[in-house]
């Protein structure tokens, strides 16, 4: 089983990325994807999450600019990022849990920052 991020990197203040999340070993529709984000010294906060019935949910930081989704034949998450702003700069996580959490994986992670 195996996250992969990518599509981190500098990006200046309201400016976009957006970060894939590459699954293999599970498949994607069937988990609840999220993206977490870090900065040292600081807990991992959870962004945005799609669960396997579709719905949607972010955080108050992120609604309005960020968009989850999932696109199932390819078995990849996504986080577009609009609008961003410098204190969205940190590492963005992917993480996958399974039904009935059971399961539960976390991606590498990948440097978002935000700066002009």
């Known amino acids: 089983v195996q996250l992969v991020e990518s599509g981190g990197g500098l990006v200046q203040p309201g400016g976009s990325l957006r970060l894939s999340c590459a699954a293999s070993?599970?498949?994607?529709?069937?988990?609840?994807m999220s993206w977490a984000r870090q900065v040292p010294g600081k807990q991992r906060e959870l962004v945005a999450t799609?669960?396997?019935?579709?719905?949607?949910s972010y955080a108050d930081s992120a609604k309005g600019r960020f968009s989850i989704s999932r696109d199932n034949p390819r078995n990849t998450a996504y986080l577009q990022m609009n609008s961003l702003k410098p204190e969205d700069t940190a590492v963005y996580y992917c993480?996958?849990?399974?039904?009935?959490?059971?399961?539960?994986?976390w991606g590498q992670g990948t440097q978002v920052t935000v700066s002009s």
């Open positions: 993480n996958a849990v399974s039904q009935w959490g059971t399961y539960a994986y």
């Open positions: 799609i669960t396997s019935a579709g719905t949607t």
């Open positions: 070993g599970f498949t994607v529709s069937r988990y609840s």
